[in-house]
């Protein structure tokens, strides 16, 4: 594989010093290199081109990856861009005035160069292969410099994501033991109160904790499989709340088609419960409804008096979760005593969204 990438690599710098030189060739005088284009001179000037390149190009190469590998790939600017240019220039430009002040002064005979005045030659020759080095090492410093970006760019996201599923995981840390300890609380009345109801207590909140564990290492499931959980959810709600809540749902889609981060309709019911103030004669009405391109949660509004200020954490987690799907935003209002998400609608492909690649 790297011998592959490396012959690539190769293969492109020689294509690049073959154009650049016969662009050269044909747009000079030819008594300056002589008559023939494949002569004894052309050859000459050809073959040391074509070193001073790819050895230039090598050594720029070199010394840019020393560079970052002892100081990391946040070292790369315009600083160490300069002082890897002087390096390199200090290297190569003593060795071609040693060239061409020899194939001019000492070999001119037998490479036929023979020029009318040799100074001026070699001025000429030194000058432009000296241009030509640094353009090539500042378009290779610009290469670097665009590849240890994209590189940072990637992990920077995937310390985000990992950050993102800590927090996630931590959150649903919280949300169980919570939602455990509150509907153990109503299946205990519910015993001494109505046995048959109890049984299907029992059972949806077994469906509930089957679906938060299968799904506790995925961020994102089927609209239908939320649904279904949502569904347990809402019934142990309604047995624990009775008439002071009222929660309605609303799908126009067909839920296989689309997905969802985990829990995320559970987190804002769980969010207008913990922030409203609701009774039998101000029942809490929460609604939900699904169409392709959103999902609203809306509830009223009647904030309680709280001890301390919410952190917001639930509707951040559920943002910065969309985040990695869609550049469409979570959209959250509070107006007219009534409080309202809106969700993006996600295809079930959602997490098939693709990811920068280094290219080396």
Same mark, same amino acid.
């Given at each position: 594989?790297?011998?592959?990438?490396?012959?690539?690599?190769?293969?492109?710098?020689?294509?690049?010093?073959?154009?650049?030189?016969?662009?050269?060739? %044909?747009? #000079?005088?030819?008594?300056?290199?002589?008559?023939?284009l494949?002569?004894?001179?052309? +050859?000459?000037?050809?073959?040391?081109?074509?070193?001073?390149?790819?050895?230039?190009?090598?050594?720029?190469?070199? +010394?840019?990856?020393?560079? !970052?590998?002892?100081?990391?790939?946040?070292?790369?600017?315009?600083?160490?861009?300069?002082?890897?240019?002087?390096?390199?220039?200090?290297?190569?430009?003593?060795?071609?005035?040693?060239?061409?002040?020899v194939?001019?002064?000492?070999?001119?005979?037998?490479?036929?160069?023979?020029p009318?005045?040799?100074s001026?030659?070699?001025?000429?020759?030194?000058?432009?292969?000296?241009l030509?080095?640094?353009?090539? #090492?500042?378009?290779?410093? %610009?290469?670097?410099?665009?590849k240890?970006?994209? /590189?940072?760019e990637?992990?920077?996201?995937k310390?985000?994501? /990992?950050?993102?599923?800590?927090?996630?995981?931590?959150?649903k840390?919280?949300?169980?033991?919570?939602f455990?300890?509150?509907? +153990?609380?109503? %299946?205990?009345? !519910?015993?001494y109160?109505?046995?048959?109801?109890?049984?299907?207590?029992?059972?949806?909140?077994?469906?509930?904790?089957?679906?938060?564990?299968?799904?506790?290492?995925t961020?994102?499931?089927?609209?239908?499989?939320?649904?279904?959980?949502l569904?347990?959810?809402?019934?142990?709600?309604?047995?624990r709340?009775?008439?002071?809540?009222?929660i309605?749902?609303?799908?126009?889609?067909?839920?296989?088609e689309?997905s969802?981060?985990?829990?995320?309709?559970?987190?804002?019911?769980?969010?207008?419960?913990k922030?409203?103030?609701?009774?039998?004669?101000?029942?809490?009405?929460?609604? #939900?409804?699904?169409?392709?391109?959103?999902?609203?949660?809306?509830?009223t509004?009647?904030?309680?008096?709280e001890?301390?200020?919410?952190?917001?954490?639930?509707?951040?987690?559920?943002?910065?979760r969309?985040?990695?799907?869609?550049?469409?935003?979570?959209?959250?209002?509070?107006?007219?005593?009534?409080f309202?998400?809106?969700?993006?609608?996600?295809?079930?492909?959602?997490?098939?969204?693709?990811?920068?690649?280094?290219?080396?």
């Amino acid at each position: 594989m790297r011998i592959n990438k490396n012959i690539r690599k190769f293969g492109f710098r020689l294509l690049v010093v073959i154009a650049v030189f016969f662009s050269i060739k %044909l747009t #000079i005088d030819a008594d300056e290199y002589g008559q023939d284009l494949f002569g004894t001179e052309s +050859l000459f000037y050809f073959f040391s081109a074509l070193f001073f390149f790819l050895g230039t190009w090598e050594l720029n190469d070199w +010394l840019i990856k020393k560079h !970052l590998s002892r100081r990391g790939s946040k070292a790369l600017n315009w600083t160490s861009g300069l002082v890897i240019l002087g390096k390199t220039l200090l290297f190569v430009l003593p060795i071609f005035a040693i060239v061409y002040y020899v194939g001019i002064y000492h070999l001119d005979d037998i490479l036929q160069i023979n020029p009318s005045n040799p100074s001026l030659q070699f001025r000429s020759d030194f000058l432009r292969a000296s241009l030509l080095a640094v353009t090539t #090492i500042v378009f290779n410093l %610009l290469y670097f410099a665009e590849k240890v970006r994209k /590189e940072l760019e990637i992990r920077l996201g995937k310390v985000e994501r /990992e950050l993102l599923d800590t927090k996630y995981k931590s959150l649903k840390s919280q949300i169980s033991p919570h939602f455990l300890f509150n509907s +153990l609380n109503t %299946l205990t009345a !519910l015993m001494y109160e109505d046995r048959d109801l109890a049984s299907d207590f029992v059972t949806r909140l077994s469906s509930c904790y089957r679906y938060i564990l299968d799904n506790r290492e995925t961020d994102l499931v089927r609209l239908d499989k939320e649904l279904q959980f949502l569904d347990s959810f809402i019934f142990m709600m309604d047995v624990r709340h009775k008439m002071s809540v009222r929660i309605t749902t609303q799908i126009d889609v067909n839920p296989f088609e689309y997905s969802i981060p985990t829990l995320s309709l559970q987190m804002l019911v769980e969010n207008a419960l913990k922030h409203n103030y609701y009774s039998n004669e101000q029942p809490l009405i929460i609604a #939900i409804s699904v169409t392709p391109e959103t999902i609203i949660v809306e509830n009223t509004l009647r904030k309680r008096k709280e001890v301390e200020p919410s952190t917001q954490m639930g509707i951040e987690n559920i943002k910065k979760r969309y985040g990695h799907y869609t550049n469409q935003k979570v959209k959250v209002e509070a107006k007219d005593n009534l409080f309202k998400v809106t969700l993006p609608s996600l295809k079930q492909n959602a997490n098939e969204r693709p990811h920068l690649q280094i290219v080396s």
